[in-house]
Nanobody, 124 residues
Framework: QLQLVESGGGLVQPGGSLRLSCAAS????????VGWFRHAPGKEREGVAS????????NYADSVKRRFTISRDNSKNTFYLQMNRLKPEDTAIYYC?????????????????WGQGTQVTVSS
């Protein structure tokens, strides 16, 4: 069974940091680009960041550039999203996903395996 499980969400004050992790099972992420998405109430699901299978290509939404960093550790079958200088507008449920499309896409329609989501709340 192909599965992704997120962890690391929580409540953080504006300006703070969180690191999300996504552990894969049932497949080897070394052969797949992977990404992070978020869904806030009243908004459409948004691609946040993605990274190619080799790790050589990354792609970020403009709203998170220079604040968020996506990385991967294929030896642990896990990838990460480091989120710094968090803002209240970053509040959302964050999902990790994998794709069979090469490169580093951010279109959620191109991702076929999804985690269950983890809540990130940025508030004072």
């Amino acid at each position: 069974q192909l599965q992704l499980v997120e962890s690391g969400g929580g409540l953080v004050q504006p300006g703070g940091s969180l690191r999300l992790s996504c552990a894969a099972s049932g497949f080897d992420i070394a052969y797949n680009a992977v990404g992070w998405f978020r869904h806030a109430p009243g908004k459409e699901r948004e691609g946040v960041a993605s990274i190619s299978a080799s790790g050589g290509l990354t792609n970020y939404a403009d709203s998170v550039k220079r604040r968020f960093t996506i990385s991967r550790d294929n030896s642990k079958n896990t990838f990460y999203l480091q989120m710094n200088r968090l803002k209240p507008e970053d509040t959302a449920i964050y999902y990790c996903a994998r794709t069979t499309v090469p490169g580093s896409p951010l279109d959620p329609r191109q991702f076929d395996v999804w985690g269950q989501g983890t809540q990130v709340t940025v508030s004072s």
